[in-house]
DNA sequence: CGGGGACTTGATACTGTTCAATTTCCGTGG
DNA sequence: CCACGGAAATTGAACAGTATCAAGTCCCCG
């Protein structure tokens, strides 16, 4: 499997996100469940473009997706911005702001969304009383760290074709794993903000989902997606030079 | 000054690491301190090209860098390699692991290297008693993610001119905060890692090396520097064209 | 002192960017 | 409900930035 670009859920609990059945890890008891919802009860709508937190805003609380879409993003001061990640419903965002206690990115909702505040002082104390939570919380910082490392992979080492089919390939494992089609869903991003996060520019986004269309490995129309061959979407990874389709 | 590619050295209580000069946050106690002495007692040596882990071996321990160098990297099915990071005294590797309890990258010294191992099972036990540590491990993981990021935007959007002035910048403030000159050391790695880690070939750093030399930035001799016109080097940065020097 | 890896430099090829012109999509207001 | 307008997306052509290939030099280790 394409080990660098993989991403399993990182999840926490979270009263009102349908916990019991994807959230929690197994080895919570129901004591320990019960008292974690107390901590993640509150819950907030967000509409399309709205903003979760802005990069220099502090820092109090973690955030579960419940529902929805969001990007995350750091500006530079000239301007140009990079989308550092795309998060869907189970995924927490917010770790970053942990080091200073000020956020260092932008969370932007993608679609209208839901999520779970977790006012991280409470998380803390909970998690010294409770090991489990403890090493749960460790592995969700952890499992970024991983996530963006296969980034930098991606990033440092692919070319444009590799890049997108990594892209696209990561994205259908999520739903996946989130009980929708592996093959067949809808962008909730722009090719613009696609480009930023795979460090290529909005033109040729467009011009290697074409030609994925084209060799009739995907099939794409405006937002939907639908992949038509996963197999030789994989095979495009891991091959150094580029392969005749 | 360079939001993006900003390190402040990821430290933790490590006895045998001059810690209390410089590796402590001031917010420990003396008896706290004593009591991650006990469990960071344990230290050892490596050589040049000794692997400090390798990717896929069991986790069991953070570790503290005491002297010498390191760099980490993930390895491609394919062979490609992508160096995710070079790390020196007080700075802390291993966090990777923490997610699945398998390394996912390798650490290599680069130089003759002594580290103080934190047996993470211990350190877990110890920051629930003690919620200054707690919040410091929390903060050097968080540290390591914000880092990354600044990676990606590194990789996502500079061109590689910028992503060298940056790497060199990186390096001067990082030797600097260890009391070493900030214009003046010698890289520890080769072109070739360098490249590898900025997304670009060794020929390229090389040549943007001499480019650098030729305009006067930096004076370079194989693997010692100097930098002679940092505020130069640093408007090199956050510039979107290419800009004549 | 010899040898091999690391580094530099040049010429050329190629991937992806830039600029520009359309076209398509979608939300908004009539 | 349809028409409008602006943003998003597609596509083409020329160009720029790096990669690639190759030759030669330097440095360091044994």
Chains 1, 2 share one sequence.
Do not use: W
């Amino acid at each position: 499997m394409q080990k660098a670009f993989t991403a399993t859920p990182t999840q926490i609990a979270c009263s009102s996100c349908n916990l019991r059945e994807f959230c929690l890890p197994a080895d919570f008891t129901e004591d320990e469940i019960r008292q974690l919802e107390t901590l993640a009860s509150l819950k907030r709508a967000y509409r399309r473009g709205d903003y979760l937190y802005r990069s220099g805003s502090r820092f109090e609380s973690l955030y579960a997706i419940r529902t929805g879409f969001f990007k995350t993003q750091v500006l530079h001061e000239d301007g140009r911005e990079q989308v550092t990640g795309f998060q869907m419903p189970g995924e927490i965002i917010g770790l970053d702001a942990i080091s200073t206690d000020i956020h260092t990115c932008d969370a932007v909702a993608l679609e209208d969304s839901e999520i779970c505040e977790l006012p991280f002082n409470r998380l803390e104390k909970l998690s010294r009383q409770m090991p489990t939570l403890q090493r749960h919380l460790h592995k969700i910082m952890s499992r970024e760290i991983v996530r963006d490392q296969g980034i930098m992979l991606l990033l440092g080492s692919m070319r444009a074709e590799e890049r997108l089919a990594a892209f696209l390939l990561n994205l259908s494992q999520r739903f996946a794993a989130r009980g929708y089609s592996a093959s067949s869903f809808r962008l909730r991003m722009t090719r613009q903000e696609i480009g930023s996060y795979l460090g290529m520019k909005l033109e040729t986004v467009s011009r290697t989902l074409s030609y994925f269309q084209e060799k009739r490995l995907i099939d794409v129309n405006n937002k939907s997606i639908e992949l038509l061959d996963m197999p030789r979407l994989l095979a495009l990874l891991g091959q150094q030079p580029a392969t005749p389709l």
